[in-house]
């Protein structure tokens, strides 16, 4: 009976010593480090589609974690059929009868931006966010395309003129009234199907702009821009630093 009393001293002192020495439990991190998205953008009765891939981070938190702000990088490609460009230029945009037309038949683009994105999260389940293409670049092959002179033009003896080439404008950057080059905005809801993957669905805003090497019409207009509102659906897939 006495070494069954020691071995259940040993037992226990053992056991002690082991809840004493274990490493203690790291809560898992409830901020994600990155999130990964992909998205789809259909406008409704046009040709105009846009996908693309982003990553961005959360740099800032408020309000105890529910709004989150951060900024990232993303890539997109836009495809679009029988699309009208009007022209760009800030001086002449509030004026209808100033705009010149330049119409594709079909332009595709790819932009590289970096962009501002913020969520509230109104639970841990339910988000509402926005992104938005600070500035960039935009490649393309050159396409050749139509250029309608608008009422001002015209007037001052202007003429359509076929096979007219353009690229897309090169250098990206918003701006409120006169932004330049190729450029997405996004709302949108997004629920969280797991702790690491989201599906998100809202409306997009898409612009876009393409250039000619001479300027046309009255204004010498050189740069043409279309902006349009579709709809759009995506995934976010979020990674935690977790060890």
Excluded at 16 to 45: C, M, R
Excluded at 152 to 169: N, Q
Excluded at 182 to 207: C, D, E, P, W
Excluded at 225 to 236: L, P, R, W
Aim: no cysteine; glycine share 10%.
């Amino acid at each position: 009976l006495k070494y069954m009393y020691s071995i259940l001293v040993l037992v226990l002192t053992g056991v002690v010593s082991y809840g004493q020495n274990e490493a203690p439990e790291i809560p898992p991190k409830i901020i994600p480090d990155y999130h990964f998205n992909l998205s789809y953008t259909a406008v409704s009765n046009t040709a105009i589609q846009h996908a693309e891939i982003g990553l961005n981070k959360d740099l800032f938190t408020l309000m105890s974690n529910k709004v989150r702000l951060g900024l990232g990088l993303r890539a997109g490609i836009q495809d679009n059929k029988d699309i009208s460009f009007t022209s760009a230029h800030g001086a002449i945009k509030g004026n209808a009868n100033h705009h010149d037309t330049l119409f594709h038949s079909r332009v595709q683009s790819a932009a590289f931006n970096l962009y501002f994105n913020g969520e509230y999260h109104l639970s841990k389940h339910v988000a509402f966010g926005l992104n938005l293409d600070l500035l960039g670049i935009t490649t393309g092959l050159s396409t050749d395309a139509n250029y309608i002179p608008g009422s001002t033009s015209e007037e001052y003896g202007y003429y359509a003129v076929e096979d007219v080439e353009s690229i897309p404008t090169a250098a990206n950057a918003f701006s409120f009234g006169d932004s330049k080059g190729g450029l997405n905005t996004q709302l949108y809801v997004k629920l969280a199907l797991s702790r690491k993957v989201a599906f998100r669905a809202g409306v997009s805003y898409l612009f876009q702009e393409y250039s000619t090497e001479l300027g046309y019409g009255a204004f010498k207009s050189y740069r043409y821009e279309y902006n349009t509102i579709g709809y759009h659906v995506g995934f976010t897939f979020n990674r935690f630093n977790e060890k």
